[in-house]
């Protein structure tokens, strides 16, 4: 009578179904980015070492220039009338994102009002235009729009 033996088993993990979540989160990501190009005023914009470029033109976008004037539009908004401004704005919208396109110069409390009014209007989401690093990209020539047509 012989009995049978042991069978020997492989302790090594099947590595298929990790391999292809990767590969699925690898194309999420890549269709989720955002791409962003310079457009509107002269201003210097802040460096960051992290960050993704938006290629979007339907988006909203709100620039702030040194002196912390708003510009929506190509209209010059103050910091009461731009909540406004965005909700009409925003109405016409797909996808209700809105940029700030901010000088490095400019005080942060600038900045957090245009933030807090998108906000406010309804943004379901608000992106912080930077550039990637000065010696890498150099932003083209910047027209402001004729004020007096206003």
């Known amino acids: 009578m012989q009995f049978?033996?042991?069978r020997r088993t492989s302790n090594v993990p099947?590595?298929?179904p990790l391999i292809d979540i990767v590969f699925l989160l690898l194309v999420f990501f890549m269709l989720?980015?955002?791409?962003?190009?310079?457009?509107?005023?002269?201003?210097?914009?802040?460096?960051a070492d992290s960050g993704e470029a938006l290629d979007e033109p339907q988006q909203i976008e709100i620039i702030i220039n040194e002196?912390?004037?708003?510009?929506?539009n190509s209209q010059i908004a103050t910091l009461e009338?731009?909540?406004s401004l965005l909700i009409?704005?925003?109405?016409?919208?797909?996808?209700?994102?809105?940029?700030?396109?901010?000088?490095?110069?400019?005080?942060?409390g600038i900045a957090i009002g245009?933030?807090?009014?998108?906000?406010?209007?309804?943004?379901?989401?608000?992106?912080?235009?930077t550039i990637d690093h000065p010696a890498t990209s150099t932003p083209p020539p910047i027209v402001l729009p004729d004020s007096s047509n206003n």
């Open 4 to 6: 049978e033996g042991r």
């Open 14 to 16: 099947n590595l298929t």
């Open 32 to 47: 989720t980015s955002h791409f962003v190009r310079d457009e509107v005023l002269n201003i210097d914009l802040p460096e």
């Open 67 to 72: 002196a912390g004037e708003y510009l929506i």
């Open 81 to 83: 009338t731009l909540e």
């Open 88 to 108: 009409e704005a925003l109405k016409e919208q797909k996808e209700k994102v809105v940029r700030i396109r901010s000088d490095e110069n400019v005080d942060l």
């Open 114 to 129: 245009a933030f807090d009014a998108a906000r406010k209007a309804g943004a379901s989401g608000v992106d912080i235009v």
